[in-house]
């Protein structure tokens, strides 16, 4: 059974695009919409994608996906967040950075000369008292003491993803994978079988295996293949941070048509690519 699509969040779609039935949709991707993440943790997430939290641990999803592939690049498929989604991980960090630069010292902190006023006392002793004062970091004169430095705050940790899908490279159509780590993502293409090819969908799966996520596509011969195993993407992650959707792509940039209108002005008109999402279970 499909999913309830009111327990969806739409990123680069509008809220009302959200399908009311989640078992047969479409997402359009416009021209240099994509979702990558190279080094230092520099993530472009401008992709369609609708992605759902879960109340349970997360145990497989699956879809078919199939669209009139045209452009280089061209995918779509199924996508597992482990961690913060895309787009909300900076803005989480700078807020809790403003916080703490801007909270007030600590209570009880010694700010300016004024707080002892009384003057040094006469006598033969004099001279050890100061300096006594002066070894236990007593303020006896000059002006304000200068509040210590805010503490420091490590980046919130990238989130871990995992894309798989369908994707158009070299006029053919492929199984894709994509694997991103706070290290970046790697980016892996497998060629369909030949009885296969000349299909324009496919249907892939991602399975929760212990700590490890697994990969696949079926092939409508010998049933489900095995693209990739992710062994570490379970590892150190609650299940309320796992959040899984779809997504669709068009990352090349010249998706774009120029054509005279009757009034003899050009205009200019984008190549959305239009994929459509069939059989969405989540589990």
């Not at 949709?25 to 997430?45: G, I």
Request: proline share 10%.
């Amino acid at each position: 059974m499909p999913p309830d699509s009111s327990s969806f969040t739409a990123l680069n779609v509008p809220h009302d695009a959200v399908p009311e039935w989640m078992g047969s949709f479409t997402l359009a991707a416009s021209p240099n919409t994509d979702l990558w993440r190279k080094p230092p943790s520099r993530d472009t997430s401008t992709a369609p994608i609708l992605y759902t939290a879960l109340r349970n641990p997360f145990i497989a999803a699956e879809v078919t996906v199939s669209a009139d592939w045209e452009l280089e690049w061209d995918q779509g498929g199924l996508v597992i967040f482990a961690g913060a989604p895309p787009g909300r991980i900076a803005s989480t960090t700078a807020e809790t950075t403003s916080n703490v630069a801007t909270s007030p010292p600590p209570t009880g902190s010694i700010t300016s000369a004024s707080t002892n006023p009384s003057p040094s006392p006469a006598g033969p002793n004099s001279s050890a008292a100061l300096s006594a004062g002066q070894q236990s970091g007593a303020v006896t004169q000059g002006g304000p003491r200068r509040a210590p430095p805010p503490p420091y705050v490590a980046p919130a940790p990238a989130s871990k993803w995992v894309k798989v899908g369908l994707e158009f490279c070299n006029n053919a159509c492929h199984a894709t994978s994509v694997c991103a780590t706070s290290d970046g993502a790697d980016w892996a293409l497998s060629a369909l079988p030949p009885h296969h090819a000349r299909r324009l969908d496919l249907r892939v799966k991602i399975e929760r295996i212990g700590y490890a996520l697994w990969v696949w596509y079926e092939d409508e011969v010998s049933g489900w293949k095995k693209l990739r195993e992710v062994t570490y993407f379970f590892w150190g992650v609650e299940d309320k941070a796992v959040r899984v959707g779809v997504y669709a792509s068009r990352p090349a940039n010249f998706g774009t048509t120029i054509y005279e209108r009757r009034n003899g002005g050009p205009s200019v008109t984008q190549r959305n690519l239009c994929v459509d999402f069939e059989g969405l279970e989540i589990f």
